[in-house]
T-cell receptor, first 116, second 112 residues
Framework: DAGVTQSPTHLIKTRGQQVTLRCSPK?????VSWYQQALGQEPQFIFQ???????QRGNFPDRFSGHQFPNYSSELNVNALLLGDSALYLC???????????????FGEGSRLTVL | GENVEQHPSTLSVQEGDSAVIKCTYS??????FPWYKQELGKRPQLIID?????GEKKDQRIAVTLNKTAKHFSLHITETQPEDSAVYFC???????????FGKGTTLSVSS
């Protein structure tokens, strides 16, 4: 059973460019969340997608946007990249039940973004 | 919003000793408290979790306790081994019940 898969694993961009990161959730999971983890810091919640809609959003600017497809996979887009966007971007999948997390939030290995 | 504080930030123990990491949270609506282990360059992996209707949970050498009144929860690792060395994060569910708010992490070093 494949876990959460993310691509690309590493990428380098320059300031002002745009980036798209991709995520396939664990089999059977219908909810995808994205987290940003700067070096040496804790993961921080960006947003969550369920039924192809952004269900919840953390404290991130509109430059961060996303999408969920009918097969539950998801994309994270970041526009007008800043140096401070350099981080490990983690995708996590889960199930929701009664509006709450049902079971484990399962993380992928992440996409390491470097902005020069 | 929810705020999670974690202590200590670093912890060094000898192999075979116990390790305890403590977290406090601010939002009384939080109902899910997982602990993640993250090795260098790897994804966070769930090691144990507890829900608000339970006071304690154990899985072999790992246990978690939750005190809802005091809004704190703790991770206990007994008989530590060098492979336990990693960064450990506590987390609490936010008010909506679906996003996790993480503590700043504890770097555990187990020396043999």
């Amino acid at each position: 059973d494949a876990g959460v898969t993310q691509s690309p694993t590493h990428l380098i961009k320059t300031r002002g460019q745009q980036v798209t990161l991709r995520c396939s959730p664990k089999s059977g999971h219908d909810t995808v969340s994205w987290y940003q983890q700067a070096l040496g810091q804790e993961p921080q919640f960006i947003f969550q997608y369920y039924e192809e809609e952004e269900r919840q959003r953390g404290n991130f600017p509109d430059r961060f946007s996303g999408h969920q497809f009918p097969n539950y996979s998801s994309e994270l887009n970041v526009n007008a990249l800043l140096l401070g966007d350099s981080a490990l971007y983690l995708c996590a999948s889960s199930l929701l039940f009664g509006g709450n997390l049902a079971g484990e939030l399962f993380f992928g290995e992440g996409s390491r973004l470097t902005v020069l | 919003g929810e705020n999670v504080e974690q202590h200590p930030s670093t912890l060094s123990v000898q192999e075979g000793d116990s390790a305890v990491i403590k977290c406090t949270y601010s939002d009384s609506a939080s109902n899910y408290f997982p602990w993640y282990k993250q090795e260098l360059g790897k994804r966070p992996q769930l090691i144990i979790d507890i829900r608000s209707n339970v006071g304690e949970k154990k899985d072999q050498r790992i246990a978690v306790t939750l005190n809802k009144t005091a809004k704190h929860f703790s991770l206990h690792i007994t008989e530590t081994q060098p492979e336990d060395s990693a960064v450990y994060f506590c987390a609490a569910s936010d008010q909506a019940g679906t996003a996790l708010i993480f503590g700043k992490g504890t770097t555990l070093s187990v020396s043999s």
